[in-house]
């Protein structure tokens, strides 16, 4: 044996001066990569620099000491735990890769993946943040009621409203039905303090909770012995509930705030906007009691087919001083509007096909296997995609049905 191994001749490789090659390649393009760097770092400027530096180094170290030994862990017990189910099944050492190899399982990922990544548009991180940059300019500075009703005069009024009627000011988006603005409140007195307290405090007011919001009606000013004076706005002083609006919770900074509130719409032009804000300026429609502030409105952009609801939330915490939270949603409402939604589709019928497909298979082994059916780990894990899958395929029923749910309420009530 040995001395066959000194009769063989040695492997052929590449010359010696690959080696230098090699070397000469790794700097030039290390050369290349700092020169484009530095002239980047130029043109941001130090501050942006000194940032960019900054992300840099945490992000090469957090990769080095967190990312990837956690990777390699997770690796390695994943591979231990399949070794020792192969071992307890005395099943042959081939069986994972052939397992992880095999097409089916190929197929069925590459379908997943399809119908799961094909909900996500690239355009909708663009068209979230062009929005965000035009309604959201002096949002941040707002800390109280007067701020408040001149950021909407200004930034809010004029971005909303363009000169072509039913479309905001970038002119590619149109406004779907009406702007509002909605506020929920706490009840007089509501703190929870002794009655012979309350003498002694000027207007003492508990912070927002589902047990002390008002949901009485009023009259104008928050009037409650002149209901029917509200000079044609009394639908700013009624209380509006979750169910009547079709509304969700809203989860803020301070707290979860109800669907519902005094609502009112600002319209569908510019002086119509600017005369309702001026009565709710008018006539105190914020006032100490007010806990948050909601202005809501949808886009759509038919260039990309996205929606987009709008919520600017200004919360306060019975100080006085709001604290404001920006939240966009881009969806697609009209899925076959373009050559690659169908694609889309086909994969979610064929991921429903494959999920039959196991379903049968693991129907058959369970009859087979009764209760040891439920010791194997690979078993609880097929029967976990199952059901994860079932689940999902619900929500993206009810998400259909709701879409167009919405879309029939709008053109019914497009002023709304």
Known sequence: YYSSLRSSKPPRGLPWWCVLVGWLLVAATSGVAAFFTMLYGLHYGKTSS??????????????VFVTQPLKVLGFAAFFALVLKSVEDEEEPMAFLP???????????????TWASYGQRDPSAYHFNRHLKHSFTQGFSAVLGFQEFFMWANT?????????HPGFITDGNSKLVGSAQIRQVRVRENSCPLAPRLWTSLDGCHAPYSLDVEDLSDYGECWNASSLNSSNGFSQAWQYQSQSQR???PIWGKLTVYRGGGYVLPLGTNRQSAARI???LFDNTWLDSLTRAVFVEFTVYNANVNLFCIITLTLETSALGTFFTCTDLQSLRLYPFTDGWHPFVAAAKVIYLLFLLYYMVMQGKLMRKQKWCYFHSKWSLLELAI??????ALAVFVNRAILA???IQRYRKQGEE
Not at 155 to 163: D, E, F, W
Not at 386 to 391: D, F, K, R
């Open 50 to 63: 000194l940032k960019w530096l900054i992300s840099m180094a945490v992000s090469f170290v957090e990769s």
């Open 98 to 112: 052939g397992y992880l190899s095999s097409p089916v399982i190929l197929s069925f990922s590459y379908m997943h």
């Open 155 to 163: 930034t809010l009024v004029q971005n909303l409203y363009s000169h």
């Open 246 to 248: 079709q509304g969700y």
């Open 277 to 279: 804000l001026q009565y």
């Open 386 to 391: 199952i059901l994860a899958s079932w689940s």
């Open 404 to 406: 167009e749910r919405d």
